[in-house]
């Protein structure tokens, strides 16, 4: 038997930077970043490395048929549900080295002193990479935490197409041809946990210098398509009275929104980030203007709050165009297990790593594994909160920390 | 002597309204439209037309060497500065039939019942056909009558270049050897007067039912382009109080721009046509807005005053990010010669044609030939306002109106 910490004094710093280096070098652009979108050769080099690392720890490896790859560490009791354990290794185009890959890395260094312990643990841990989590090439993604947990039917992920045309499911047949030794299983299996590290994305770890957030869950996200009809006509003719002018309506919006979605606390989110406006000429009146909401907040019923707000003030703003509200994305706030929670929090403590907990404002596969087992996450700090971009930036220091409590959690829920 | 009257009861409708038919035939889209670039192909063969018209009624064709196209009509003093008729039969990409078309056509059938009544005038008639009035394929456009009067010189639009790199100089060389037969005399000449027929291309005359707009001025107009500069950010972690979105700003710019630059009257036209924002994605925070002004008034105090206005908006609202305001045009409003205005008035109503006075909401060539001898402008109507449209559509009953005042005010002002 391992006692605890002993995980975690073995956690090897070098062996754990140098796997982020040598990953980093699967798409790696010009400026420090990584281009590696899911299913592209790119990402298929990296997933080679990661079967290259796994085969002597004598990790099993498996596909499903939503191109998710697992390593398996085997427990002492083959028939109990594993406790699962990973990320993604797919980027956003201009991405950095860490988003999503930390978390597969660190699961991968767990294994590895697990191995070098001797630990046999009662339950076996499955490490994943999910596949296309970005959704970058393949919108939206966490396609195959999605798949994997019935949240989306396979066949509908298997229909999507990126800017080529080229389908995700001509892909994923590409991916078993091109590692037929790794076995498909079926989709989806129970699961008795999924614990995630990622970077923070966010700067509040980085600020506070504190190496391990608990994240307590994920903020509730609303996303629209507002869509205002108005009708084109000569700038210099038509008069004002005459005019039905669709930016006109949508300034009117986007201002109104800016000021009435707001909170003293500042934790609502509100963003319209893209605009397009059609014809798009100096001299005529926009005939059609369509904005995007991002709307975000913690608490489901604030959330629902402002949504109602934001359909109000789009319908009462239109005249004398029309404006159509249509709502895109309606995932609710979400809040992991307590008991994982409490679980991470102890662990940080007992290995003396300052710890806090903190809601995650992005999205994760996290969410969609929630829905089907006690999931968990651990944050980690990047730079400046910075992420997204190629100068993501992490600290070695911090990536162990989280990777000692990852390897102590797993273990003992494997132990359960 | 011809007297009052007998050049009107002599217009012949069917052969004016036949020549904007074939005229048409020359770059017909197939949509009913017109696709006529300056200098292209398609407006050298209908300059070829136009010469294969003028040459039976014994007009002199010369060019000039900013491409202006001209056709004399004989004075008994050919020692008098003539008097200019005409307008321009270069198109919009699609453009309609009557666009710049009915002002040559139009000047073209004054100078067929001219010769049909034996009219000697005092003075010569020049009628012309300006070089690039639409500015679609060289930009800007208005560069004939811009040369001719000495606004811009000629070397400028030499060496402007259209979207395939062709410089306009190169074209005009090219006319030169197309046309040989053609003389080429000095840039501009002395005149007596300007008289430009066109389509009002806006609704006044057409709502009403009046044939005839005797132009008061052309308004004046200023654009802009404002450039708002921000921070990208994380659309789900950014506290709202750390955010600089420019898109925010540029919203509460438009919105109050559109509700401070109005009049009681309706007569400022104020314009936000065009946007652009950066990097335009749903999730994240804008970093860069553009977007344009177009504003119109015919009174220049009054547009001056907008114009303050606009700048102070830009400048209060830009907070938390920076606004860049920069002036692309700068056209002060322009008021024709009164005595040429009273003629045209005076002329329709002795043809029994009703006639009011209108500004035009759009630029003409005659902007240009106003700095250089009194000019006027006889507007006709066009269905719904219409224009620069394949759809541009007009009344026969309202092109033979307008030709009629044109044919009498010329002859007068030949008569001086």
Redesign the interface.
């Known amino acids: 038997v391992t006692h605890f910490g002993a995980l975690a004094e073995r956690i090897n710093s070098t062996r754990l930077w140098d796997r982020h280096e040598q990953l980093a070098t699967f798409g790696a652009t010009s400026r420090g970043g990584v281009n590696r979108q899911a299913l592209s050769n790119e990402e298929f080099a990296a997933r080679r490395q990661l079967l290259t690392w796994a085969e002597p720890l004598g990790l099993t490896p498996t596909h499903d048929p939503a191109g998710n790859l697992f390593f398996r560490y085997p427990g002492r009791n083959s028939d109990l549900a594993p406790v699962l354990c990973g990320s993604h290794i797919d980027s956003q185009p201009t991405g950095g080295k860490y988003d999503g890959v930390s978390g597969v890395l660190a699961a991968l260094e767990a294994a590895e002193v697990m191995r070098e312990t001797g630990l046999v643990p009662e339950r076996p841990i499955e490490i994943v990479a999910w596949m296309n989590e970005e959704g970058s090439r393949f919108a939206p993604g966490m396609m195959g935490s999605e798949a994997f947990a019935r949240v989306r039917p396979l066949d509908a992920i298997r229909a999507v197409r990126d800017a080529n045309g080229v389908m995700a499911g001509d892909e994923l047949d590409r991916l078993f041809t091109v590692f037929p030794e790794i076995p498909v299983r079926p989709l989806g299996f129970a699961a008795a946990a999924f614990v995630e590290l990622h970077i923070e994305?966010?700067?509040v770890l980085d600020a506070a210098r504190i190496p391990i957030g608990v994240v307590s869950g994920i903020?509730g996200?609303k996303?629209y398509k507002i869509s205002v009809f108005g009708e084109e006509a000569?700038?210099?003719?038509?008069?004002?009275?005459?005019r039905r002018?669709a930016?006109?309506a949508a300034?009117?919006m986007?201002?109104?929104l800016?000021r009435e979605i707001?909170d003293a606390d500042?934790?609502?989110?509100?963003?319209?980030?893209?605009?397009?406006?059609e014809p798009?000429?100096?001299?005529?009146?926009?005939a059609k203007v369509s904005f995007?909401v991002?709307l975000?907040h913690p608490e489901g019923e604030m959330l629902d709050g402002f949504a109602l707000q934001l359909e109000r003030v789009c319908t009462e703003l239109a005249a004398p165009c029309t404006a159509d509200v249509e709502r895109l994305v309606d995932a609710p706030p979400l809040t992991f297990a307590s008991e994982l929670r409490d679980l991470i929090r102890e662990t940080a403590d007992r290995l003396a790593l300052q710890a806090i907990d903190l809601p995650s404002?992005?999205?994760h596969d996290a969410r969609n594994l929630n829905t089907v087992c006690p999931t968990a996450m651990i944050f980690v700090p990047c730079k400046d909160?910075i992420?997204?971009n190629e100068a993501e930036s992490v600290l070695a220091t911090d990536l162990v920390a989280g990777t000692k409590v990852l390897a102590e959690v797993t273990a003992q829920l494997a132990s359960r």
Chains 1, 2 share one sequence.
């Open positions: 994305q966010g700067p903020q996200k996303t000569h700038a210099g003719t038509t008069p004002r009275s005459a002018d930016l006109r300034a009117a986007i201002d109104t800016h707001v500042d934790v609502v989110r509100f963003t319209v980030g893209r605009v397009n406006v798009n000429a100096p001299s005529v009146v926009p995007s991002d975000r404002a992005a999205g909160g992420s997204h």
